[in-house]
């Protein structure tokens, strides 16, 4: 049960749910997808996956907000999908704390019920408060931050819980002693490292600009990084702010690239000589970091981005302003060589590998 259209595949969570599909019908998996539309057509490519896709309206508006559960679980709700969901006996996996309406609904119980972690979402929010600068927005989030702090308790009725870090597994384990949490990282969709030896020429930050947190590192590394640092940066992503437009625009040295397409972003990533990704929030993971790995060069990233990873050995870890511009320094005129490549390689495909994270999930589902 997916919060959104899980295609395009081109932000975080549904990355993570496009890549799962596709491994998962690899591995023989027949899959009944539900899913939310609100903000993406149908999408008939998930039929290549799927055995059936059912579409359901998410009830947006005032009424939706004003609910005592969050208004990202209020919002996803449908007596057809209850319904649909009662049609068989098949074991559900309810996608992020967004769709976990019917966990615990009573008609549901004795069911396998899995649930899939992205974040622990009241920390998100929270997070998200604490960037925002709209005064209204920074209101909807400290409330729905409280609101789905009160709602996590809903996860009891989960049969078990995969989650995407082992920081996130360590604190759900703790709020839920006697139930299964169980870490499995991110699907993401590389079969292989294409990461190039070599050299580029600039720095990149990428990210959806629309969302605060990645607004809030962009400035930063303007205003705290680059701001007197003479090395190209370029800062691409989706739905910029006008204010960062500005700020940008003051720097010769400083190029903003806004809404990418997905072959435009493929290529600033492979050819830029530095990746740069920080965040002010240390749950789930970063799956923009794992792709970046997965196809980019040196990797330079403050401590909150790998929080729970275990893929310290392949970054360069700064923790703050001054060893990050002495980090770009250094990095930036150092060859990213062919031992770097296959030291990534060898990690990444131990332990992040789509097939063999397929394997484990139908192990911990079905039991076989």
Not at 342 to 349: D, K, S, V, Y
Request: proline share 4%; net charge positive; glycine share 8%.
């Amino acid at each position: 049960m997916a919060f959104s259209i899980p295609y395009p595949a081109n932000y975080g969570g549904v990355i993570d749910v496009f890549y799962k599909l596709k491994a998962l019908h690899k591995a023989g998996i027949k899959i009944h997808l539900h899913c939310y539309q609100y903000d993406r057509p149908e999408a008939p490519q998930l039929n290549t996956y799927c055995y059936t896709v059912t579409y359901y309206a998410r009830k947006t508006g005032l009424a939706a907000q004003f609910s005592v559960k969050p208004y990202i679980v209020e919002s996803r709700h449908s007596e057809a999908l209850l319904l649909n969901l009662l049609a068989d006996n098949y074991p559900v996996l309810f996608e992020g704390l967004h769709s976990c309406y019917y966990l615990g609904h009573k008609s549901l119980q004795g069911r396998t019920l899995i649930y899939r972690e992205s974040n622990i979402e009241h920390d998100y929010y929270f997070n998200l408060f604490k960037s925002e600068k709209n005064p209204g927005k920074k209101a909807f989030f400290l409330l729905e931050s409280l609101k789905l702090r009160l709602y996590q308790k809903q996860l009891k009725y989960a049969t078990k819980m995969l989650v995407v870090s082992q920081t996130d597994r360590d604190y759900l384990a703790r709020q839920f002693p006697g139930r299964e949490v169980i870490y499995l990282s991110s699907f993401h969709g590389n079969s292989s490292v294409g990461s190039m030896p070599g050299k580029g020429n600039y720095v990149l930050y990428h990210g959806n600009l629309s969302v605060g947190e990645n607004a809030q590192a962009a400035e930063y590394l303007v205003k705290e990084v680059f701001n007197d640092l003479p090395v190209p940066f370029t800062i691409a992503g989706l739905n910029p702010s006008e204010s960062l437009k500005n700020l940008v625009g003051g720097f010769s040295h400083i190029k903003l690239i806004p809404n990418p397409g997905q072959e435009e972003m493929e290529a600033l990533v492979r050819n830029a000589q530095i990746n740069v990704l920080v965040t002010f929030q240390s749950t789930g993971l970063k799956l923009k970091l794992l792709n970046t790995l997965y196809n980019g060069r040196w990797m330079l990233v403050n401590r909150e981005m790998l929080a729970g990873t275990g893929l310290e050995s392949l970054c360069e870890i700064a923790g703050n302003a001054a060893e990050m511009k002495n980090k770009i320094k250094l990095l930036f005129h150092t060859e990213f060589d062919q031992g770097q490549l296959l030291a990534r390689a060898e990690l990444l495909q131990k332990r992040f590998s789509d097939e063999a994270n397929a394997k484990k999930m139908i192990l911990e589902i079905y039991g076989e």
